[in-house]
């Protein structure tokens, strides 16, 4: 066994940036590495950039017929769940930003997997509306939800999909309301001890490397805040029409601490805070940004966005086939390894829907001390 002192590390030639030696980080390394062409060829094989597939029948379990849904998730039970929200983005930008960002990328997941015949299936993103740190209060065009409302929807929502036989469960969040997901998750798991495999993934940290601005012509030189280069970039490529660069405006944050403490967006610096880990130690974005943005949107363009989109896209994908080869679909982790409840139990509710002997989730007994209705 490796010993922590002996890990081994990929560099690359930016001394900020380096991979864990495995299947991640060499994953990581080689997008890191790949050509402009390669990028484009990585693209094309997810059909990025396309027409937002929300309204597509087919592709996605709301607006697909329930017996193709059925089809589909008998050779997949992997459902990954985008989760946006409505929140001022500047004049240029639409407030769904958040929103399509996470679709159209796991559009592009589930079109590669459907190539791979073993198609993924999507859920209708959750939370239209979302919930928001402190500091957003106030922002026209910005519609804020309780953390209540936020992590009893992600709750429920959960608990139907896994009813209906989708027992692996990724949400793939693009707002800044990460901490409300994460507590959705836990208090799943400890009011319902349900096997399967339960995640939420913040898609911008997740590859937080390729938003690092670096000395290539493809990258990006700002770094990843709010309504700025970045997001603006992902925007123009995933959905330019939705984009109006024509009224963009530049804007700062005011802060009155040194610098230093808190971090960015996805942690580029691994400073001891991450930005939502506080309030008061900056203006709210009402009196310091009313403009909507953090940042130089400015400078945006579709080829900064390329690479970091390739990279999150072979990412999500090297979750899904993970979790799919380790755990088929219809089977689960063990039962008494990851809940309290036992084999004999749980057997009934994981069958097949409406197939002889099965029970619904919603007969199951309450176990222990965290019951909600």
Same mark, same amino acid.
């Given at each position: 066994?490796?010993?922590?002192?002996?890990?081994?590390?990929?560099?690359?030639? $930016?001394?900020? %940036?380096?991979?864990?030696? $495995?299947?991640?980080?060499?994953?990581?390394?080689?997008?890191?590495?790949?050509?402009? +062409?390669?990028?484009?060829?990585?693209?094309?094989?997810? #059909?990025?950039?396309? +027409?937002?597939?929300?309204?597509? =029948?087919?592709?996605?379990?709301? $607006?697909?017929? &329930?017996?193709?849904?059925?089809?589909?998730?008998?050779? $997949?039970? %992997?459902?990954?769940?985008?989760?946006?929200?409505?929140?001022?983005?500047?004049?240029?930008?639409?407030?769904?930003?958040?929103t399509f960002m996470v679709t159209q990328i796991l559009e592009g997941v589930r079109r590669y997997t459907a190539k791979q015949g073993r198609e993924v299936s999507l859920a209708f993103p959750p939370l239209n509306y979302g919930g928001h740190p402190y500091h957003h209060l106030g922002m026209p065009g910005t519609v804020i939800m309780p953390k209540e409302v936020v992590e009893e929807t992600i709750i429920y929502m959960m608990l139907g999909l896994w009813n209906d036989g989708f027992r692996k469960i990724i949400l793939v969040n693009n707002h800044g309301h990460l901490w409300m997901l994460e507590s959705a998750i836990q208090e799943f798991m400890k009011r319902f001890q349900l096997p399967g495999i339960f995640q939420v993934l913040d898609w911008h940290r997740a590859v937080r490397e390729f938003f690092y601005p670096t000395d290539r012509e493809d990258s990006l030189e700002t770094h990843f805040?709010?309504?700025?280069?970045? +997001?603006?970039?992902?925007?123009?490529?995933?959905?330019? #029409?939705?984009?109006?660069?024509?009224?963009?405006?530049?804007?700062?944050?005011?802060?009155?601490?040194?610098?230093?403490?808190?971090?960015?967006?996805?942690?580029?610096?691994?400073?001891?805070?991450?930005?939502?880990?506080?309030?008061?130690?900056?203006?709210?974005? &009402?009196? =310091?940004?009313?403009?909507?943005?953090?940042?130089?949107?400015?400078?945006?363009?579709?080829?900064?966005?390329? &690479?970091? %989109?390739? =990279?999150?896209?072979?990412?999500?994908?090297?979750?899904?086939?993970?979790?799919?080869? =380790?755990?088929?679909a219809g089977t689960v982790p063990p039962v008494e390894k990851i809940t309290l409840r036992t084999e004999k139990e749980m057997e009934p509710f994981l069958k097949e829907p409406f197939s002889e002997g099965w029970k619904s989730v919603y007969e199951l007994p309450p176990m222990g001390v965290f019951y909600k209705l």
């Amino acid at each position: 066994m490796e010993k922590p002192k002996d890990k081994k590390w990929i560099l690359t030639d $930016n001394p900020a %940036i380096k991979f864990e030696d $495995n299947t991640v980080g060499r994953l990581k390394k080689q997008i890191w590495d790949a050509s402009e +062409e390669e990028i484009d060829a990585i693209l094309k094989e997810y #059909d990025i950039p396309s +027409e937002p597939e929300l309204g597509k =029948a087919g592709t996605y379990i709301q $607006n697909t017929p &329930r017996v193709k849904v059925i089809e589909k998730r008998r050779k $997949n039970d %992997i459902v990954f769940v985008p989760i946006g929200c409505t929140e001022n983005h500047g004049m240029h930008a639409n407030s769904g930003l958040d929103t399509f960002m996470v679709t159209q990328i796991l559009e592009g997941v589930r079109r590669y997997t459907a190539k791979q015949g073993r198609e993924v299936s999507l859920a209708f993103p959750p939370l239209n509306y979302g919930g928001h740190p402190y500091h957003h209060l106030g922002m026209p065009g910005t519609v804020i939800m309780p953390k209540e409302v936020v992590e009893e929807t992600i709750i429920y929502m959960m608990l139907g999909l896994w009813n209906d036989g989708f027992r692996k469960i990724i949400l793939v969040n693009n707002h800044g309301h990460l901490w409300m997901l994460e507590s959705a998750i836990q208090e799943f798991m400890k009011r319902f001890q349900l096997p399967g495999i339960f995640q939420v993934l913040d898609w911008h940290r997740a590859v937080r490397e390729f938003f690092y601005p670096t000395d290539r012509e493809d990258s990006l030189e700002t770094h990843f805040v709010h309504a700025d280069e970045a +997001e603006t970039s992902v925007g123009l490529l995933l959905f330019p #029409d939705m984009i109006d660069m024509s009224v963009v405006e530049d804007a700062e944050g005011e802060s009155f601490l040194p610098d230093g403490h808190f971090d960015k967006s996805v942690d580029p610096f691994g400073r001891p805070h991450r930005w939502s880990e506080g309030e008061g130690h900056a203006a709210i974005e &009402r009196a =310091a940004t009313p403009q909507g943005v953090v940042g130089k949107p400015s400078i945006a363009s579709v080829k900064k966005a390329k &690479r970091p %989109i390739a =990279a999150i896209l072979k990412y999500l994908t090297l979750v899904h086939d993970q979790i799919l080869d =380790a755990f088929p679909a219809g089977t689960v982790p063990p039962v008494e390894k990851i809940t309290l409840r036992t084999e004999k139990e749980m057997e009934p509710f994981l069958k097949e829907p409406f197939s002889e002997g099965w029970k619904s989730v919603y007969e199951l007994p309450p176990m222990g001390v965290f019951y909600k209705l």
